[in-house]
């Protein structure tokens, strides 16, 4: 992008078809910014372009894409400047799985790592270089509560939010000064489709601080406006992420076995 470029005003938004996802794109267009929508399901983001487009909102595109397969983040980098470039880059898209370790796919667990962890990490790289020619480029990760702690029964989803915060909090030092925010948005359980993915039925439906998908939005685009590193949404939530900072791992551990263990 040369000198004589304008600055990139585009939003890219993954894991958009749906849930926080599809509520952050409806938000960020409503205030102006045009998004770059990435999943897999193009009706879904069709249906999101064109309620834009009813509202006289700024521009959603939809670029469907399996950002778990080899060579998805450079295609969507390609997508982004074709459109302007990057300004900002929202790392929604993951999934989970529960149950118990040993009886999990593994063609799901290499799955659910590889779009958790490594999608984001090589997002993140290909499309830095946009953010920081905008000026005020924003990168955020969505993590969740669970990257706090261990989470029997959800162990590689809880390791892989823990490394989503770790890899986040790290960035964020490192582009310290340089224009670029990073923030770790770290939600408890969000009443979306993912219970249904992860095989928890409605577990998540029960339990205290459940935010809507649009509140969730909502605690995220305050947080990028806070340029908080490091954002747990519901007090409940933030009190048990200060918590277990303090507590014997072991305690913390058998706690977190006990909220999750599988129903007989």
């Known amino acids: 992008m040369s000198p004589t470029d304008p600055r990139p005003t585009l939003a890219v938004v993954t894991g958009a078809s749906a849930g926080i996802g599809a509520a952050l794109a409806r ?8 998004v770059l929508a990435i999943a897999r399901r ?7 372009a064109a309620e834009a487009r009813a509202l006289g909102q700024a521009e959603i595109i939809p670029f469907t894409v399996d950002l778990a397969r080899e060579g998805a983040p450079e295609k969507v980098a390609e997508a982004a400047r074709e459109h302007g470039g990057a300004a900002w880059l929202v790392n929604n898209a993951g999934f989970g799985a529960y149950g118990q370790f040993e009886r999990l796919d593994p063609a799901r667990v290499r799955e659910m790592i590889r779009l958790n962890c490594e ?27 669970a990257a706090f702690q261990a989470t029997p029964y ?8 823990a ?25 408890g359980p969000v009443s979306t489709e993912f219970g249904e993915v992860a095989g928890v039925g409605s577990r998540f439906e029960r339990v205290p601080g459940l935010l809507t998908a649009e509140e969730a939005a909502r605690e995220a685009l305050a947080q990028i406006e806070r340029r908080a590193v490091v954002h747990v949404p519901t007090a409940v939530y933030r009190l048990t992420s200060t918590a277990v900072r303090f507590m014997p791992r072991a305690v913390v551990r058998r706690l977190a076995a006990l909220a999750h263990r599988e129903e007989k």
């Open 42 to 48: 193009i009706e879904r983001l069709q249906t999101l």
């Open 163 to 187: 490394f989503v915060l770790s890899f986040s909090e790290g960035l964020a030092e490192e582009l310290r000064g340089t224009g670029v925010y990073v923030g770790a948005y770290c939600p």
């Open 27 to 34: 938000d960020i267009s409503r205030r102006g910014r045009p």
């Open 119 to 145: 999608t984001l990490v090589l997002l993140s790289h290909a499309l830095l270089p946009d953010l920081r020619a905008a000026g005020d480029g924003v990168l955020l990760n969505v993590a969740s509560a």
């Open 154 to 161: 959800m162990s590689v989803y809880g390791a892989t939010k």
